[in-house]
Structures are given as structure tokens and as C-alpha cells.
T-cell receptor, first 112, second 113 residues
Framework: SQTIHQWPATLVQPVGSPLSLECTVE??????LYWYRQAAGRGLQLLFY??????ISSEVPQNLSASRPQDRQFILSSKKLLLSDSGFYLC???????????FGPGTRLTVL | AQTVTQSQPEMSVQEAETVTLSCTYD???????LFWYKQPPSRQMILVIR??????QNATENRFSVNFQKAAKSFSLKISDSQLGDAAMYFC??????????FGQGTRLTINP
């Protein structure tokens, strides 16, 4: 069966510091991968998605970037964090068909 | 643009009873999918149920079922025999063609023992 991992689970970073969040998927090949952000008490907003290695689509212009160095690895990065980057970050994967997206456990990021 | 609206910020139900969560959406496409996700206090998003727009039959997964009214663009979730473990935020979501899931704002469901 497929499993999705995210780390770290919790992160507290100072403003201006770099960021790297990692997501890996097991049990499937060539998945579509997604990064979402959830602000407190709100729904999810898609940040990036990838349909293959090195292929990244950005949904929201922002202080973040994404990379996919390997088939089942998806990384969310920032060179300099802002206070507004605080939130809950969720990685998800889907197959080409069916279209359902399955989420990882998430990373809670606090920028101070 | 696609939109998803959940008009009930909070709902509560007695344990073992039935509750219905409402969702309306807007899309210009004829081919799309609708989902209900559950987010417990751990905050991991769990897929509860999926409905393909081209299917007339309402989806069912154990105690969870949907009422899909395509013409009215309505997609409600019914939870039967509510259990304490059903307490969570529930999000309605829509996807069409491309990869972007569009979420509603969520409904917080409380189960009263």
C-alpha cells in the first residue's frame, strides 16, 4: 500500500532563516505531488504541484519554491522566511487515475 | 473559477444519531469530481468519500453517504450512527481536469455523548 511521509512534524524558525520541508511517497511510482498550506481555521490552498521529476507548477506567487529531485520526493523551500509563512503545510499525492489526493501528516511551521 | 461553499461553520449531533453537512459548488465544467475530507485534531486530511460528476448514483462508504444534486450544484454528506471518533473538521472539495483541489472553508462537527 502507499504511504506518504513528511518531516519535520513541527518547526519553529526565526524570520529571515531558510526553510526546507520534505515529503516522500512509498508504494507507488510516478505520482503527482502537491504542496498545500492551511492557515488557522481555514481550508487548504494549493501552493505547488508536480507531475514528474523537475516539473513544478506554481499556483500562488510567494516567498516559497518547490523542487522534485526524485520521482517520489517533493521539497518545499524558502531562502528567507516571513512571518506570513507560518501555517500548516500538507503534502499530497495522487495517481494519474483515479484522481483522489491523499495527504501526509503535515508540518506545523511557526515563524517568529 | 471554481468555488466551494460550506455554509455551516459548526454542527453538533448526539452520538448514534444522523447528521448532514451541506456543500454547494460552482463550476463551468461538466466533468469534475467532488470529495469530502475529514480533518481530526491531528490535522491530517483523510479522504472520506468521492463522487464522480458523471455518475448519477450517490456514493456510499459504510456510515458515510452523499446526496449529489448536479443541477442544483449541491453535495451534502450524511453521517449515520454518529460516533465520537467522527468529531472533526469536514471539508468539501472539488477538482476538475487539472490538478487543483478547491476546498470549502470547513464545518466543525461535534459529537455529544
Amino acid at each position: 500500500s502507499q504511504t506518504i511521509h513528511q518531516w519535520p512534524a513541527t518547526l519553529v524558525q526565526p524570520v529571515g532563516s531558510p526553510l526546507s520541508l520534505e515529503c516522500t511517497v512509498e508504494g507507488t511510482s510516478n505520482p503527482n505531488l502537491y504542496w498545500y498550506r492551511q492557515a488557522a481555521g481555514r481550508g487548504l490552498q494549493l501552493l505547488f504541484y508536480s507531475v514528474g521529476i523537475g516539473q513544478i507548477s506554481s499556483e500562488v506567487p510567494q516567498n516559497l519554491s518547490a523542487s522534485r529531485p526524485q520521482d517520489r520526493q517533493f521539497i518545499l523551500s524558502s531562502k528567507k522566511l516571513l512571518l506570513s509563512d507560518s501555517g500548516f503545510y500538507l503534502c499530497a499525492w495522487s495517481g494519474e487515475r483515479p484522481i483522489s489526493q491523499y495527504f501526509g501528516p503535515g508540518t506545523r511551521l511557526t515563524v517568529l | 473559477a471554481q468555488t466551494v461553499t460550506q455554509s455551516q461553520p459548526e454542527m453538533s449531533v448526539q452520538e448514534a444519531e444522523t447528521v448532514t453537512l451541506s456543500c454547494t459548488y460552482d463550476t463551468s465544467e461538466s466533468d469534475y469530481y467532488l470529495f469530502w475530507y475529514k480533518q481530526p485534531p491531528s490535522r491530517q486530511m483523510i479522504l472520506v468519500i468521492r463522487q464522480e460528476a458523471y455518475k448519477q448514483q450517490n456514493a456510499t462508504e459504510n456510515r458515510f453517504s452523499v446526496n449529489f444534486q448536479k443541477a442544483a450544484k449541491s453535495f451534502s454528506l450524511k453521517i449515520s450512527d454518529s460516533q465520537l471518533g467522527d468529531a472533526a473538521m469536514y471539508f468539501c472539495a472539488l477538482i476538475q481536469g487539472a490538478q487543483k483541489l478547491v476546498f470549502g472553508q470547513g464545518t466543525r462537527l461535534t459529537i455529544n455523548p
